[in-house]
DNA sequence: GCATAACAGCGTACGCCATACGCAGAGGAG
DNA sequence: CTCCTCTGCGTATGGCGTACGCTGTTATGC
């Protein structure tokens, strides 16, 4: 016999239903002070402010004048609200390429877009990822990076490749710059001089003779020049695109 | 005047200074009952058994039959053990690129070597990375790396960048498949029928209206074969390859 | 040989965290 | 009016990192 339906699969979450529109509201009871945007919202301005490890539930309950078990009547658990700080911290996704871009120019705007995001709320680099993407807006940004390689050859597999490898690239540029930043902040020293202080320490470490090639770099003074980072993106975002690029012409053939 | 040392510059940890074997023990006193490498041994001993999780001061103190309080005595915060715990996980580095092989084959080896250790120990992909790498071992990955790039025509900087370029694409990689071993381990599931049930899922949360190129990309069936993941990764390490061969070309013009 | 001072080990205590549980009261449904 | 469900939340538990200070050991200076 054939099952009624395909709903026996995995379970989602009931906050997280509730973010694809798919839970009503039971007609009983008391009605609810509070809502499950209004909670990931004061979550959001709370890692906005103090940052992801200022996110505690006392506190989320706090910036809202409730108790911090009010908040698990909307949310199973901290773990839940992390996933939906996600999904409204980056927000919606940039949208489908303009029309007449081709696939190179509209996924740079795609890895600019998340660049920002991260720069803007670098806590979203903090929050441990327990999983592939969800929630409605996760999977918008999905969609719409899928649509810059609609005119390509390339097979439907590889489009989700590229897209994998595109998207953690991006996030681990936003893990370094942000690192970079953190670590002034926490020492007080200048942004622009955290590499060269680091050059100077790495360079007072090693033995020249058994690291000749990190000695060459820093003796290239590769670390004293404060590049822009934005420069520093560009680089790796072609040299990937790049390799795309080889790809789609060899499916091309 | 000039001053005396350089010395003056950033502080290092003193735990992280005798990593480097530059703290000589002083004299007096009773003789230590362990040492830093024996809390961090048995600290990397907690995490390979239980993961990172597990790793709390007073479980590793448990498995040296010491009390909690007492590690402090060798280790300033448990920030600066994970630090250790990074440098001995990841352990020696591959070594110098074999004489005859290209930077391609070089680097090639160099990516897989860390793509391994990953594998072994995916719990190094969960400690919160704080900053660029100051340890021993750390750093000879890194001498290794800019070996394999030593005969191209990159520019110092250039040949760094692409070194953080594959290290980032390496371990994000790793994070994406331990993500699924962790999530059918968590939910009982079989890890080949982790994706495919993750495109059940995502089907029947989206609207085929509203995310073409998604819904595409899931009739294609792309998430149903489990493809050897050893093959995903050499499909974006090649990639990436290919790109890094685009500039070294355009470099030696 | 003895006093001294540095140091190892660690017991206690503090403040913070996530969250299980159960109670009080609100407010539609019958 | 009664019941039953749902909201809000107070209390309590067990974990965490770690500051502080005590006890006992040990090599050194006298």
Redesign the pocket.
Known sequence: MAAKTDDSGPVLPPAIESAWGLRER?????????SVPTIVDAAVRVADADGLAA?????VAKELG?????L???VG???ELLMLMVDTGYGPSPGPPPPHDDWRAGLTRWAWAEHDVLRQRPWLLHVPISGPPITPQQLGWMEDGLRCLDGTTLAEGEKMSVLLLLTGYVRNEATLTSQIAEGSRATGVEPSEMMPAYGRLVARLIDPARFPALHRVLGAGVLNQDDDPDDEFTFGLDRILDGVEALIRRRAG
Not at 26 to 34: A, I, Q, S
Not at 66 to 70: G, I, S
């Open positions: 039971p007609p009983k009871g008391p009605r609810p002070g509070m996110v505690s539930m006392s506190r409730a108790a911090t078990m009010a698990y009547r909307y658990s901290k773990d």
